[in-house]
């Protein structure tokens, strides 16, 4: 009788531990996702462009769209329309002053004045053309 009662606990625990770990995974990795740029015209290693080289490029739209959804839709909201966690990103200026300033935070990411990460950066993570795309993608989405 009392291994019976000593064994309940236990199977309960083990009958419910595939749901915890589920609970646990639930907003996805938060590792940096790959973006494939397969389609891109690739661009030169260690110089980086000042201004975007892809807007109004379908295939790097694509490519940026996805990016985005893997890597930076957890923070700044799908379809760019952030929650108040982070920047919403259609509003980010156009042109060569919008560029400079999304390079610089994906590439350096951002800190608070305590020196705690608010976004960590994404240079040697991500490559400039998946940055770009990104960008690309974003510029889709401006509104004003």
Request: aromatic letters at 8%; hydrophobic letters at 40%.
């Amino acid at each position: 009788m009392r291994s019976r009662l000593f064994l309940a606990p236990i199977l309960a625990c083990l009958a419910f531990a595939p749901l915890t770990t589920t609970a646990l995974f639930a907003h996805g990795d938060v590792q940096p996702q790959p973006i494939d740029t397969t389609g891109l015209d690739p661009l030169k290693e260690g110089e980086w462009l000042p201004e975007n080289p892809y807007v109004g490029n379908k295939r790097a739209i694509e490519i940026g769209a996805s990016g985005y959804n893997q890597n930076c839709a957890r923070c700044h909201g799908l379809e760019a329309i952030s929650g108040g966690l982070a920047p919403d990103l259609r509003y980010l200026e156009l042109g060569k002053a919008g560029d400079e300033w999304f390079l610089d935070r994906i590439r350096h990411g951002s800190k608070k004045p305590d020196g705690s990460t608010m976004m960590p950066g994404f240079e040697g993570v991500i490559n400039q053309e998946a940055m770009w795309a990104i960008r690309a993608y974003l510029v889709t989405l401006h509104q004003e």
